[in-house]
């Protein structure tokens, strides 16, 4: 049977590991419970969907071993369909007791209890036999707490009996009773605070601890019937409200979640990863876009398990074409890059729709601008007061807004008002984007952005008068496009990726000196032009859309152990390392055995012919007769290798301080790609 996918909505079972790493919460609260005073209410506190009941199962699963304690589950919810806030108090009140005098060996003490107890009692139990006969069983319920305090009292009194025959009896093994009260956050706000009015009376009986899963905001709509709209004015009252249930508040620690462990878990289980995706990466981009409510994040991987199966179909389908040329051993870390930003614009898809849709219609954000943002406005942000004008001003003093593209975002953002407030933290995410993930490929950032896009089309809701962009297609998961040859590859160029005459030319000029000087190579197409010796990649380039270099191409090399693998000087040319490298960042040594040459135009190549070529020429033989003999680096992994040192270091990846981590390697790594290490090209 094939391995099920797709991650259900359902609480983490107390016994599962510990994904988010909240266990130094957990085990405090824990502790707290084994040691506390009784009686005590205790209230877990958090949003819908943020692990309230999976936190619950963990003290649950904690105290199934101890013979002491004595646990009792109440769903809630359950318990309150088609029933009045009466009418599930006394159900509840109900199943504890039934629970309680079920440990009891003695059968006739069972039925004693039930039998003697009072007429408050009785009706308790004698709601659920109506419920059950199809009775009015509202009608009891009525009967019973319509004389108000004293009834309460005597349900109070009776379960206190209850608890404390229990405790007499030499037969009972439990000090102390543990109610979970779970699910208030799904009644409808106006009845789950009735019910919670009623059951703060009970909650003060000896040798009971309740714990109390509900979300805050639930008890403010519940109360405005009564306290009308939260204002700064009346806040305190829904809060005193609340405080005279709870005696001890937990508010989940969704701040401390370890967002990135978790996804990572998730993405794993669905079979989108073999090898974790960078924690810290994932963590901002979640924190930019959904937010870190881990109910959010599994509906986010739900749509990533759509699109691998959207994407492995259209594999069989289309039976994409195969080469025979090996792939470079980076090509993971190139895989992993790709998935990372799937994610990334899946996560913005969701969060905000409309800057999603914009995207597909001009991916390259970095030219978007103010011609863009009147077409989406309609320059309706200019109001007549100025208010846009002095707002708009302010922002353009911040890191946020100080350039022509993310001005533009501004402009979209300010005139819908789900947008305008999070302004920042879309800008964020476009910055982390390309300062971070796409921080040596800004240059094709348009054009690998609109190959994701065409995948996460599949599971887009946004609907626009438009019409839906169409997309290049990108055939098949993370697999390259392998176009047919040189002139493909140009009328690809020039359709999909805006390059202009002067770099066609330029291009032509630059293949035809390949093809003559390394007649044994191969040559493949794709986003790319790359040229294989002995099925090793030794150059590779493509059309860029910066503007510095948009005539001219950037050329990938080989560093050679002869030079030190150092990277060379060129007195017009910049040289720049295959990816720059940040202490802490384990994935800024992928590329380490490479380094980027970048001609601006035909001039500046024809200009320098001899020197690009002889340095071609030492990729090529590096490709060929030296490959074993390349500068590996694997930072995360504490591993390096050069013709001088081969070094794995023991230990594993600091998560909490990655700048710490692998210190042998993180040294060298600094000293071979820095931006100087560089030598005089004779």
């Known amino acids: 049977m094939d391995k099920l996918i797709g991650v259900i909505d359902e609480p983490v079972p107390g016994k599962d590991p510990d994904e988010l790493d909240i266990n130094v919460h957990t085990n405090s609260l824990i502790k707290f419970i084994e040691k506390t005073n009784t009686p005590i209410t205790i209230g877990i506190q958090g949003e819908w969907g943020s692990g309230k009941t999976s936190l619950i199962n963990s003290i649950h699963h904690h105290f199934e071993g101890d013979e002491k304690t004595k646990q009792i589950w109440i769903n809630s919810w359950e318990y309150s369909l088609l029933s009045t806030p009466e009418e599930a108090l006394l159900k509840i009140i109900n199943r504890i007791i039934d629970e309680l005098i079920e440990s009891d060996p003695n059968e006739t003490r069972k039925k004693n209890i039930k039998g003697g107890a009072e007429a408050i009692f009785k009706g308790a139990l004698r709601v659920g036999a109506q419920v059950a006969l199809g009775n009015a069983a509202g009608e009891v319920a009525k009967e019973l707490l319509d004389t108000g305090a004293k009834s309460i009292a005597e349900l109070r009194k009776q379960l ?15 000090e102390k009773v543990v109610i979970y009260v779970d699910d208030l956050d799904r009644i409808e706000p106006k009845n789950a605070v009735a019910i919670l ?52 508040p937990f508010m989940m620690p969704m701040g401390q979640y370890n ?8 993405l794993r289980k669905v079979d989108f990863i073999q090898t974790d995706l960078d924690e810290e990466a994932l963590t901002e981009i979640i924190r930019r876009t959904i937010g870190g409510n881990p109910r959010s994040i599994k509906r986010l991987v739900n749509s990533v398990s759509l699109i691998q199966i959207f994407t492995q179909e259209k594999i069989d389908k289309d039976e994409v074409a195969t080469t025979d040329i090996a792939e470079p051993e980076d090509e993971e870390q190139n895989i992993n890059d790709e998935k990372f930003l799937l994610f990334a614009l899946l996560c913005l898809q969701i969060a905000y729709p409309p800057v999603y849709s914009l995207l597909t219609r001009e991916p390259n954000f970095l030219i978007w601008d103010d011609n863009l943002a009147f077409k989406e406005t309609n320059r309706s942000e200019e109001d007549a007061e100025g208010v846009f004008e002095r707002e708009f001003e302010n922002a353009k003093k911040s890191d946020n807004f100080d350039e022509d593209w993310e001005q533009s975002l501004y402009r979209i ?66 697999k390259r496009r392998i176009l047919d040859g040189f002139d493909s590859w140009i009328l690809d160029g020039t359709e999909n990726k805006n390059a202009n005459p002067e770099a066609v030319e330029f291009m032509t000029v630059l293949y035809n000196d390949l093809k003559t000087r390394y007649q044994e190579a191969e040559f493949l197409f794709t986003g790319g032009m790359s040229i294989y010796i002995a099925k090793h990649k030794f150059l590779k380039c493509q059309f860029e859309s910066s503007k510095s270099i948009k005539n001219g191409t950037s050329l990938q090399l080989i560093r050679h152990f002869k030079d030190d693998y150092k990277m060379p000087k060129i007195f017009d040319i910049p040289v720049t390392p295959g990816r720059t490298f940040r202490s802490g960042k384990a994935s800024t040594t992928h590329n380490a055995d490479r380094y980027n040459v970048h001609v601006s135009d035909l001039t500046i190549y024809k200009k320098n012919r001899d020197i690009l070529f002889s340095l071609i020429d030492k990729s090529q033989e590096m490709a060929s007769d030296h490959w074993d003999k390349r500068l590996k680096i694997d930072y ?15 230990g594993k990846w600091d998560e909490e301080n990655p700048e710490n981590s692998f210190s042998q390697v993180r040294d060298l790594a600094l000293k071979y790609l820095a931006p100087d290490y560089t030598y005089e090209v004779e």
């Open 259 to 266: 967002i990135g462990k978790y996804v990572n878990s998730l």
């Open 413 to 478: 953002c300010y005139v819908r008002p789900r947008l305008k407030p999070r302004s920042t933290d879309i800008s964020k995410f476009f910055n982390y984007l390309k300062e971070e993930i796409l921080q040596d490929r800004v240059d094709e950032l348009g054009n690998i952005i609109a190959d994701i896009l065409s995948q996460t089309s599949v599971t887009s809701v946004t609907s626009t008068d438009q019409g839906q962009t169409i997309l290049p297609e990108r055939e098949g998961a993370y």
């Open 636 to 650: 995360g992994k504490g591993s390096l290798t050069s013709v001088n040192e081969a070094i794995q270091e023991e």
């Open 160 to 174: 206190s009996e209850v608890v404390e025959q229990m405790a007499d009896r030499s037969t009972n093994p439990y």
């Open 197 to 248: 009015e009623l059951l703060k009376n009970i909650f003060s009986v000896p040798k009971c601890i309740f714990i109390l899963a509900i979300d805050y905001q639930v008890v403010v709509k519940g109360l405005e019937h009564k306290f009308g709209k939260q204002t700064a004015e009346n806040e305190w009252e829904f809060r005193a409200f609340f405080d005279k249930i709870i005696q001890l």
